[in-house]
């Protein structure tokens, strides 16, 4: 069992920058790919970024890609999402995932853990 606890959330306005961390339990945690989720009002859970173990491969959704990073820290058991220039679009709950197995993947229901999510609102 995994436990992902994320922080960093908050009311920003557009334009503004904003990174997420999440806190993953576990002694292996290198070993564990990690990844970012989102959910707005009203839409269907989607894919942000993903993560390797290693922190060698990353995967983003194409329309976020230039404005946002994944990024990790083993020694910390952190990963954190670091996201710029942002939009109202972007406004959203985001959830933080892992993979035991170190599988990246853009589908929701391929990630076992999930966090309680924190909540990110970018104002026009």
């Known amino acids: 069992q995994v436990q992902l606890v994320e922080s960093g959330g908050g009311l920003v306005q557009a334009g503004d920058s904003l990174r997420l961390s999440c806190v993953a339990s576990?002694?292996?945690?290198?070993?564990?790919?990690m990844g970012w989720f989102r959910q707005a009002p009203g839409k269907e859970r989607e894919f942000v970024a993903a993560?390797?173990?290693?922190?060698?491969?990353?995967y983003y959704k194409d329309s976020v890609s230039t404005r946002l990073t994944i990024s990790r820290v083993n020694d910390k058991n952190t990963v954190y999402l670091q996201m710029t220039r942002l939009k109202p679009e972007d406004t959203a709950v985001y959830y933080c995932?892992?993979?035991?197995?170190?599988?990246?993947?853009?589908?929701?229901?391929?990630?076992?853990?999930w966090g309680q999510g924190t909540q990110v609102t970018v104002s026009s």
């Open positions: 995932v892992a993979d035991t197995s170190d599988r990246c993947s853009d589908v929701a229901d391929e990630w076992v853990y």
């Open positions: 576990g002694r292996t945690f290198s070993t564990y790919a």
């Open positions: 993560i390797s173990g290693s922190g060698g491969l990353m």
